[in-house]
């Protein structure tokens, strides 16, 4: 079935940034559109960006991060990034990515995404 391994979260400052990857590991990137979803202590997943498998400028924010976080993917690497700039400690959450078959890309999680790895962690410190 294949997986994602997710890497780069850290503690830092508000105002800080990081650079968060996203291996896949077991199948291929290309035939994916791919989305990065966070989940803060005791609240819901929450969609935070994704990219087309066909049109890589084609991306979604939500409108928390917009301005802030860039999405982008390497399929040569296997791997997806997500860029993080100007850190707020609401950011603070596990960031994990996942695939769809979709052409497109939508930030609502559930059944149409898969290959879930198991996260990272990112605090912001006031």
């Known amino acids: 079935q294949g997986q994602f391994v997710e890497s780069g979260g850290a503690l830092v400052q508000t105002g800080g940034s990081l650079r968060l990857s996203c291996v896949a590991s077991?199948?291929?990137?290309?035939?994916?559109?791919i989305g990065w979803f966070r989940q803060a202590p005791g609240k819901g997943r929450e969609g935070v960006a994704c990219?087309?498998?066909?049109?890589?400028?084609?991306?979604r924010y939500a409108d928390s991060v917009k301005g802030r976080f860039a999405i982008s993917r390497d399929n040569a690497k296997f791997t997806v990034y997500l860029q993080m700039n100007e850190l707020k400690p609401e950011d603070t959450a596990v960031y994990f990515c996942a695939a769809t078959e979709l052409v497109g890309c939508t930030l609502v999680g559930g059944p149409t995404y898969g290959h879930w790895g198991q996260g990272t962690q990112v605090t912001v410190s006031s």
């Open positions: 077991g199948f291929l990137l290309d035939d994916y559109s």
């Open positions: 990219i087309s498998r066909i049109d890589y400028t084609n991306t």
